[in-house]
């Protein structure tokens, strides 16, 4: 088990020989914004400035869109892909020249990459075969391991007779047989149906509880971040956007792209919102309804002087409530069970509501259809404020 450093760790892709000829001359510009990354004299920038101190015994996961360069950094880590600048500490060793084999770590690939030809135990023998451990302790660690995962009575199949997620159970009992310091795993769940991945995420939980070491996670499921990580690392064009447990990042967003990332729905925003003070505390204006903020954003706001201003408003769709305030009209109804979502048209811009049906009516339920109208508030402790010019939380 370790603890993992990561110092200002950057990943850049030369160009190639034609992208080279093509290139401008110095004294022109000399970067460009191109898909979103950053095309410098030396290639295109992948992963910028990334640092991280990482626990030993630690869930980390690394989350966001594709092509954020999660991925790349989680290869990098791993000896599969190598690092242009920075450095990186498995424990107390820099590990930047050191080979993929002699870093003492295990990835699990979200193509399960299994050997076809061999059986279920013999996949999960190998790199101990590699290693020339004993017969009889590959044999103890190949059958605890299967039980962890129950795939026991699979032991003698070849993955072909398997189904993706017991597919996905071997490809994490051959990581975990040796024992690695680090467990690396990229985007394992994607290729399973939605139940069989809700259910695969708690036998990942439990495993953590067993195995007993450090985790790096890539997924670009925001859920499943949510659910696995102790911290989460949401990236964005290369760049960290934001570092906390679930709590925070959901609570505390940093900024828009991190409140509109995380959660589900996501983040209503208001753009034609205003920050006022009314009787010297702050308060949100939009439309024709005044809301107060509360205790804890008062203070952090007057910590940051922030001023009056035009802001971008976000209120999550569960935290608005039906109630006298502003109106609108509802477009789509989506009964949900013990909820209801509401795409509301109104003040011009499409509003997404999750209201509990669970102390409601069936007729109270039924009035909430297409085309009804409905009033909607939220309470001032709910309510996050963002920076129109540059996007980020004015109580950041």
């Given at each position: ?8 760790i950057k990943k850049i892709y ?282 804890e954003k008062q203070a952090k ?41 509401l795409h509301v048209t109104s ?50």
């Open positions: 088990m370790a603890s993992l450093t990561l110092k200002n030369p160009h190639s020989d034609d992208s080279k000829k093509k290139k401008k001359k110095k004294d022109e510009q000399p970067t460009e914004k191109k898909a979103n990354l950053q095309v410098t004299d030396k290639g295109v920038v992948a992963v910028q400035e990334f640092n991280l101190e990482i626990a030993d015994k630690e869930f980390i996961v690394l989350v966001g869109p594709s092509g954020c360069g999660k991925s790349t950094t989680l290869r990098m880590i791993a000896g599969l892909e190598e690092i242009s600048e920075g450095e990186l500490y498995i424990g107390d060793r820099l590990v930047n020249d050191v080979a993929p084999k002699d870093r003492d770590i295990a990835m699990v690939f979200q193509n399960y990459a299994l050997y076809p030809h061999m059986t279920v135990y013999d996949n999960m023998a190998f790199a101990l075969k590699l290693r020339h451990t004993p017969k009889d302790e590959i044999d103890k660690k190949v059958r605890e391991a299967a039980e962890i995962l129950d795939i026991t009575q699979y032991l003698g199949r070849k993955p072909k007779a398997l189904s993706g997620g017991q597919r996905q159970r071997v490809a994490i009992g051959r990581a975990i047989v040796r024992a690695p310091q680090v467990m690396l795993m990229d985007e394992p769940l994607s290729n399973l149906d939605a139940k069989l991945r809700n259910q695969m995420r708690a036998e990942i939980i439990k495993l953590r509880e067993r195995i007993n070491t450090t985790f790096i996670y890539v997924t670009h499921d925001q859920t499943e971040a949510m659910t696995l990580g102790d911290r989460i690392v949401i990236m964005k064009d290369g760049f960290i956007q934001q570092i906390g447990t679930p709590q925070e990042v959901f609570n505390h967003p940093y900024n828009l792209f991190v409140a509109t990332f995380i959660g589900t729905p996501q983040m209503n925003m208001f753009e034609n919102a205003k920050l006022v003070k009314v009787d010297g505390k702050y308060a949100v204006k939009l439309d024709k309804l005044t809301v107060t903020l509360s205790d706001l007057a910590a940051n002087n922030v001023a009056e201003q035009d802001v971008v408003l976000g209120v999550r769709p569960e935290h608005i409530e039906l109630g006298e305030g502003i109106v609108g009209k509802v477009d789509v109804s989506e009964m949900m069970g013990s909820s209801v979502h003040m011009g811009r499409d509003v997404v509501l999750v209201v509990s049906t669970m102390n409601m009516t069936g007729a109270e339920v039924a009035a909430l259809s297409n085309g009804s109208t409905v009033n909607f508030t939220f309470p001032g402790h709910v309510c996050h404020v963002f920076s129109k010019e540059t996007g980020i939380n004015l109580e950041a």
